[in-house]
């Protein structure tokens, strides 16, 4: 069995920043975000070095589900429709309409 090492140093350089997050977003990422623990900045000449002991990656995949909710008048309507039988005004008109053969 392999043993791993948990503390890896991950690097992304400019020019390869844009191909990432593409990478990221076309293989169906719809949300993304990086949790940064005991984060350290430092400044260099043209560049600014992040460094932090823990970060977490966190992505959300696929889209956002759309919900429809019901008019409550159309639910008190619906119940005062209500005849006798349990059957609404519209489906006994279907039923009266509706061609038998």
């Given at each position: 069995?392999?043993?791993?090492?948990?503390?890896?140093?991950?690097?992304?350089?400019?020019?390869?920043i844009p191909r990432y997050?593409?990478?990221?977003?076309?293989?169906?990422?719809?949300?993304?975000?990086?949790?940064?623990?005991?984060?350290?900045?430092?400044?260099?000449?043209?560049?600014?070095?992040?460094?932090c002991d823990q970060c977490?990656?966190?992505?959300?995949?696929?889209?956002?589900?759309?919900?429809?909710?019901?008019?409550?008048?159309?639910?008190?309507?619906?119940?005062?429709?209500?005849?006798?039988?349990?059957?609404?005004?519209?489906?006994?008109?279907?039923?009266?309409?509706?061609?038998?053969?």
């Open positions: 069995m392999k043993e791993t090492n948990l503390d890896q140093v991950e690097a992304i350089g400019r020019t390869l997050f593409s990478t990221v977003f076309e293989g169906g990422v719809t949300d993304l975000y990086y949790i940064l623990k005991h984060s350290k900045e430092s400044y260099h000449n043209s560049s600014i070095t992040v460094d977490a990656m966190v992505t959300q995949h696929g889209k956002p589900m759309f919900t429809k909710a019901q008019d409550p008048q159309v639910l008190d309507q619906l119940s005062k429709n209500i005849t006798r039988m349990g059957l609404t005004n519209f489906t006994l008109n279907y039923l009266r309409v509706r061609p038998m053969g």
